[in-house]
């Protein structure tokens, strides 16, 4: 069965912590908090695309093959099928607001390529 959150899920990850803001059919709103030092796994999704609003801190952002730094109001699309990560290699925490859009925002497509933690598939 695909793995749907709603508003007011949240789970703490070994990176940090994200929380559900609001979700209808066709989007979610998600806060991403991610850790000093922190990092996400390389990942895909083969069904949505996902927008990122840096509201706090300093991030570096893997979009494909390509390295970014970014900082807060930077704005960076995601495209479906897209390889993508947020490292925090600050002292300070980082918050980023992720909007998914698409037909499908099942938490079941993710690829994972690269994971500090152990979780590649």
Not at 1 to 18: E, H, I, N, Q, V
Not at 56 to 72: H, R, S
Not at 94 to 112: H, K, Y
Request: contains cysteine.
């Amino acid at each position: 069965m695909a793995t749907r959150y709603k508003k007011g899920d949240s789970d703490k990850r070994p990176w940090g912590m994200w929380e559900v803001l609001d979700t209808k059919t066709d989007y979610c709103v998600k806060k991403i908090t991610i850790n000093p030092k922190g990092i996400l796994s390389l990942q895909l999704h083969h069904h949505r695309q996902e927008h990122w609003v840096v509201v706090q801190g300093n991030i570096m952002v893997t979009l494909g093959d390509e390295v970014f730094a970014k900082k807060p109001d930077d704005v960076i699309f995601i495209p479906c099928e897209t390889k993508h990560r947020i490292e925090n290699n600050t002292d300070k925490e980082a918050v980023v607001i992720e909007i998914q859009t698409g037909e499908n925002l099942s938490e079941d497509d993710i690829v994972r390529f690269e994971d500090k933690y152990g979780r590649v598939i």
